[in-house]
Every structure is written in structure tokens, then in C-alpha cells.
């Protein structure tokens, strides 16, 4: 299995609401990472796990709430959010050793209206 | 000033050109070099690590100056299929990759 799965695809939600987003790999993988990306723009860094640790928060906002409850999986909990955090959430992972490339999921397309 | 600088493009080639991108980094402590291509609406996916002797891959090929701190990507006979952004890549970190992304070059292969 060299994927890492991302659900849900979509995701519309109002600014009241909480939901979480998932990530799956079972590459063996002990470092993960939740990025968002803005239209035209390059992933930005939100969070950096390795070896189920919180390594990074790039000072995201709290209303994003990571979480990492074993080596293979890794959640996002969203809870009011505001129009502006709508964007591509992506998900990735790689060995926890310098050198690697992560391998990307193939994200969350993520609308707050 | 940016971590790493791409020019955004877009560059519009004829199929079978050569094509170049570069790439410049500022932070001469950065370990890790890369490329990725992204197709629009889709994820970025791993195209080469460029190693310091520079390393080719089929028609791809990427160079590094860690002097210069400057990263290079030669596509030849560039196909229809190439067209995408690739985006430049430079990694810091121990037990994990911290990835500082350039903003993307945008390639367009016309026929």
C-alpha cells in the first residue's frame, strides 16, 4: 500500500459546525502532516507529527485542532471556522528521516459558508 | 525574503522543446532538494530528489549548487502531458521533513 487516503473529498460546513478530517497511511510512515492550500498558492505547513509527537503548529489558529491517535492515522478537527479557512487540506506522510518526500493524499476540498 | 524562490511562469513551449526551471534557496542550512508536479485540483506528487551530483530521470533532469544555493529542472522533448506547475521543494529537519515550497513554475505544452 503506497497510499495515503484522505476523507471526506468534499466538505461543506457552516461556521457553527464541527467536523474532522482523516488521514490514513500504512506505509510504516511515523512522521505526518496536515497542509492547506489556496487556490494558485503553494501548500502552507500547519502541523508536522513524528512519532505520534506534535514536532510543529506553524501558530495555526485553534480553531483547527490536530490530532494523531496511532502511527498510521492523523485527524484534523475543524470547529468555527470562518469563510477564509476555505481551501484544499492536504494530508502527508513520510519516513522520519531527513531525505524523504512526502507522499501527498490527494486532500479534502474544504468550503465554510 | 521568501525561503524559496521559483519563477511563477507561465512558460509556454512547443512539443519536443527543452524547457529549464530554476529555483533559488535562501537558507544554506536546508538539507533536502525536490521537485513536485501538480496538476490542477489534484495533489502534488514526488517528480525526482535532486542530489548534489545532479541526477537524471528518463527525459528529466535536475541540479544542484548548494554554493549558489540554486536548483535546476531540464525537461527534454517535452510532451503534452508535462503540463502542470512544478514546484520546487527544499526540506529541513531531524525526525521529520520540514518542506519549504517555492510558489510553482507553470509549464504549458502546446501541440
Known amino acids: 500500500d503506497t497510499e495515503v487516503t484522505q476523507t471526506p473529498k468534499h466538505l461543506v460546513m457552516g461556521m457553527t459546525n464541527k467536523k474532522s478530517l482523516k488521514c490514513e497511511q500504512h506505509?510504516?510512515?511515523?512522521?505526518m502532516y496536515w497542509y492547506k492550500q489556496k487556490a494558485k498558492k503553494p501548500p502552507e505547513l500547519m502541523f508536522v507529527?513524528?512519532?505520534?509527537?506534535?514536532?510543529i503548529n506553524e501558530s495555526v489558529p485553534s480553531r483547527f485542532s490536530p490530532e494523531c491517535p496511532n502511527s498510521s492515522l492523523l485527524n484534523l478537527h475543524l470547529h468555527a471556522l470562518q469563510p477564509e479557512d476555505s481551501a484544499l487540506y492536504l494530508c502527508?506522510?513520510?519516513?522520519?528521516?531527513?531525505?524523504?518526500?512526502?507522499?501527498f493524499g490527494s486532500g479534502t476540498r474544504l468550503t465554510v459558508v | 525574503r521568501k525561503e524559496v524562490e521559483q519563477d511563477p511562469g507561465p512558460f509556454n513551449v512547443p512539443e519536443g522543446a527543452t524547457v529549464a526551471f530554476n529555483c533559488t534557496y535562501s537558507n544554506s542550512a536546508s538539507q533536502s532538494f525536490f521537485w513536485y508536479r501538480q496538476d490542477c485540483r489534484k495533489e502534488p506528487k514526488l517528480l525526482m530528489s535532486v542530489y548534489s551530483s545532479g541526477n537524471e530521470d528518463g527525459r528529466f533532469t535536475a541540479q544542484l549548487n548548494r554554493a549558489s544555493q540554486y536548483i535546476s529542472l531540464l525537461i527534454r522533448d517535452s510532451k503534452l502531458s508535462d503540463s502542470a506547475t512544478y514546484l520546487c521543494v527544499v526540506s529541513l529537519g531531524v525526525n521529520f521533513n520540514k518542506f519549504y515550497f517555492g510558489s510553482g513554475t507553470k509549464l504549458n505544452v502546446k501541440p
Open positions: 506505509m510504516g510512515h511515523r512522521a
Open positions: 502527508a506522510s513520510s519516513h522520519a528521516i531527513q531525505g524523504e518526500g512526502y507522499t
Open positions: 507529527y513524528s512519532y505520534e509527537k506534535l514536532s
